[in-house]
Nanobody
């Protein structure tokens, strides 16, 4: 059974920072990812990381958001700096053991957390 629990969301002024955490029920091998969904919009990939070290970022995330993983703590992180109002949304953690193509697409993942809300105000 796969359990993913996100935390670390909150309200922050534009230009501020947040660090999201995703606690996994065990140390998984495969892809662990962050997605987000704003009201009225489709869920979109933010960043994903394979246990081999491969990382992919969405273009909007490059330079501001950093994904990392602490295997000793079974935790995935997303450090978010210089936040913008358009970063507002519900942020989800997701897991999939094997992905052959497009690891930033939501349809590639079968296991999801409940999400943590991020609100950025100007």
């Amino acid at each position: 059974q796969v359990e993913l629990v996100e935390s670390g969301g909150g309200s922050v002024q534009a230009g501020g920072s947040l660090r999201l955490s995703c606690l996994a029920s065990k140390n998984f091998y495969g892809w662990l990812a962050w997605f987000r969904q704003a009201p009225g919009r489709e869920r979109e990939g933010v960043a994903t990381m394979h246990d081999s070290g491969r990382i992919h970022y969405a273009d909007f995330a490059k330079g501001r958001l950093t994904i990392s993983r602490d295997t000793a703590k079974n935790t995935l992180y997303l450090q978010m700096n210089n936040l913008k109002p358009e970063d507002t949304g519900l942020y989800y953690c997701a897991y999939q053991p094997i992905i052959s193509d497009r690891p930033l697409e939501a349809g590639a993942y079968s296991h999801w957390g409940q999400g943590t809300q991020v609100t950025v105000f100007s």
